[in-house]
């Protein structure tokens, strides 16, 4: 297999430990699967669909009451072997019940970890409190900002030295001792003398669900989706794969430094090929079972007399990759095809891993994500999941545009906007002009957002997919437009898919397909409309893994502008059917520039826009006009003279031109009677 970008590892590792605006594609490692062939694209009159039984929607204070009640009955049980997931629509003041949920259990003598998903969310719980004195926010290891103390305190004077410390495998603790001794450590240090901070609720981040916290708690309540957490994508460099000081008489040394080689090669390396290449599977099951652990890795702790010695640490990442090598070796052996987590190549090794959760992790979990998918939390919790999902009625309404996907390749290729992306701009301020907002929203690309067609709209406020969630900056807008189809890359969707479900053995299947899914959506003569969507409908692990970051995308950025609670009107200009968000009109590109049928839509849009500014200059519009600005032949423009005069907004206007015949032209209707030679209307009749 060729050797793909050189980037490729940087990227891929940067997009899942901080993922960016969107989840790019990156050049595979090991081969997709072929995609099905093509299918035909088009809206589909199906049966209505049927309502699911006992799915009735209930008024936002009902839901409140729902969620409130379930939140409580699973409080007072004294060891739940479950999570309980809240997963009713954002907007509707689950934070604020978690927060008085909080306060009566710290009231209880219970502390409660709160998971956030970021710092600033610090001011959200303590808005919605009704003590904010009870509510601390846990400080990460962070270097202080001179400009801003406050906000930005000093808690670590090496930050950046024991980050890379933990990143190459070695506990924080280890590294405070060594370098700052027990003594600070107890009396001095500012992050660890957070411990003794008293306040019963502590704010704290997603991270510590997997990594841990200081502090012991009774109560976790997690907000918005920790997925991100659990996924351990780590690139080992070449020359750190085999640890220095390892005895080379131990059998698994001689498999180690093959494996360097490997790995600075320019060929990636995987499953039963990177087994062959290290000398067999068998050779390697038993290099494997023969390495003692963990008392042989206790050896290669490495030396710490000064802060940037962790620079020249050594990774420690043989208790991880040992017994993964092994169960990959087994699976060789025994002639199976399995997930690849193993990959060799391009100066480093990629471990393929889940982070677990943290066996001090206290047995009541409860955790609020809008569009939470029960698979992905079990696999990721380790333990079964009561899902607590009350269906509201929406006070807004949502106008579906089903012409296109408005995927991201169609609008932005190479950094540079398409001709697609200039008509979905010329869509979003044909909505935002013809429906006079004054407060317009919208989500999408960030590459589309940040184009000029829509940042001289000073006033529309600007969001991009997959960095939306939970912020209310869009929360009174007067319209909403949701413009595109998130979608990661089917190989980016598939690592996520091996980190997840990491004890999962036997290949995912990676066919991407199409069938026909049917809209929330009934028309009236009591049909539903449907359209075919592709998926990896054969996986339902990939099944819910695309969900999560394409459809639950979607729902979460329509949301934005608090649907559930005001009356405001979203466009979807994307033909997915999402069944959480109902459509009341399905409609066509045409319709948002009231185009007639047969004409192109956008030309159209061009043709008005120029007919009324001449009209504007010259009191009347002729087919020269027409010709001259728009490039078109007489016929055409006679043509779209016509379908003018069929809107009823136009009318035949006559043109006083001298000798001759004069020219056919029109005119707004309210312009008055016909027009005279210089353009001026001509009150003498005609």
């Known amino acids: 297999m060729s050797a793909p970008a050189p980037d490729y590892l940087s990227t891929f590792l940067a997009d899942v430990r901080h993922p960016p605006a969107e989840l790019a594609d990156t050049p595979p490692a090991d081969p997709p699967e072929e995609v099905t062939a093509g299918y035909q694209r088009a809206l589909q009159i199906v049966d209505a669909p049927e309502e699911a039984a006992g799915r009735q929607p209930v008024t936002v204070e009902e839901a409140r009451s729902i969620i409130w009640d379930e939140m409580m009955a699973y409080a007072a049980l004294p060891a739940p072997d479950h999570m ?15 927060v008085r949920l909080a306060e009566l259990l710290a009231g209880q003598g219970r502390r409660v970890l709160y998971a956030a998903p970021r710092h600033d969310f610090i001011h959200d719980l303590r808005a919605v409190a009704t003590n904010p004195a009870l509510i601390y926010e846990w400080l990460p290891r962070q270097e202080g900002d001179p400009q801003d103390p406050v906000d930005r ?50 704010m704290g981040q997603h991270q510590h669900v997997t990594s841990g916290h200081p502090l012991q708690f009774d109560f976790v309540i997690g907000d918005e989706s920790p997925l991100t957490v659990f996924q351990h994508p780590w690139a080992i460099p070449a020359r750190w794969i085999l640890p220095p000081g390892m005895d080379n008489t131990e059998p698994l040394a001689e498999v180690l430094h093959t494996l360097r080689q490997l790995a600075e090669g320019d060929t990636f390396l995987s499953g039963p090929d990177l087994l062959a290449a290290l000398g067999g599977a068998q050779a390697v099951a038993e290099a494997c079972q023969a390495f003692s652990m963990p008392a042989a890795a206790v050896a290669y702790l490495p030396p710490l007399h000064n802060p940037g010695d962790s620079a020249k640490a050594p990774y420690f990442h043989l208790p991880q990759m040992v017994p993964l090598l092994l169960r990959e070796a087994r699976a060789a052996q025994a002639d199976m095809e399995y997930p690849h987590r193993i990959i060799a190549g391009d100066g480093h090794l990629l471990l393929l891993l889940r982070r677990e959760v943290n066996d001090q992790l206290p047995r009541h979990v409860i955790w609020l994500d809008a569009t939470g998918n029960e698979r992905l ?208 009109e399905l409609v066509q590109i045409r319709n948002l520039f009231d185009a007639p049928e047969g004409v192109n839509v956008f030309k159209w849009h061009e ?72 353009g001026k209307q001509n009150t003498e009749g005609g």
């Open 84 to 98: 309980l997931l809240i997963r009713a629509v954002p907007g509707i003041g689950k934070t604020t019940l978690a």
């Open 153 to 202: 305190p000093e808690t670590c004077c090496h930050a950046e030295n024991i980050n890379r410390w933990l990143h190459r495998g070695y506990e924080g603790m280890d590294f405070c001792s060594r370098i700052c001794g027990w003594e600070y450590v107890n009396k001095s240090c500012p992050y660890h003398g957070q411990k003794r901070r008293r306040e019963p609720i502590i």
């Open 377 to 584: 939390y079990r696999a990721a919790f380790r333990r079964p999941v009561q899902v607590v999902d009350p269906p509201v009625r929406l006070r807004g309404k949502i106008i579906q545009v089903v012409d296109r996907a408005n995927g991201k390749a169609s609008l932005v290729q190479e950094g540079e906007a398409t001709d697609r992306a200039d008509q979905l701009l010329a869509q979003v301020r044909q909505i935002v002009q013809k429906h006079g907002l004054r407060r317009p929203g919208i989500v999408s690309f960030q590459d589309v957002v940040n184009l000029e067609g829509l940042t001289d709209l000073e006033e529309l406020r600007r969001l991009h997919f997959y960095a939306a969630r939970g912020t209310n900056v869009q929360q009174d807008v007067d319209g909403h437009i949701v413009a595109g189809t998130p979608q990661p890359s089917l190989l980016a969707m598939d690592r996520m898919a091996r980190m997840l479900f990491f004890e999962r053995m036997t290949p995912f299947n990676r066919t991407w397909s199409a069938r026909p899914v049917a809209y929330n959506f009934v028309d009236g003569e009591g049909r539903g409309r449907a359209y075919p969507v592709g998926g990896f409908w054969h996986d339902p692990d990939l099944a819910a893994i695309l969900w999560q970051y394409r459809e639950a995308e979607l729902i979460q950025a329509a949301h934005r502008s608090r649907l559930a609670t005001r009356d405001v009107t979203v466009w979807l200009l994307t033909n997915l059917p999402v069944w959480e968000l109902p459509p009341s």
């Open 607 to 678: 043709v008005v826009a120029t007919a009324e500014r001449i009209c504007q200059q010259e009191g009347y519009v002729t087919a020269g006009h027409l010709v001259a600005v728009l490039g078109i032949d007489k016929h055409t423009a006679y043509r779209y003279m016509e379908h003018l005069v069929e809107t009823g907004e136009w009318e035949p206007a006559i043109v006083r031109a001298g000798r001759g015949r004069p020219p056919r032209a029109v005119r707004h209707r309210h312009d008055g009677g016909p027009v005279g030679r210089a």
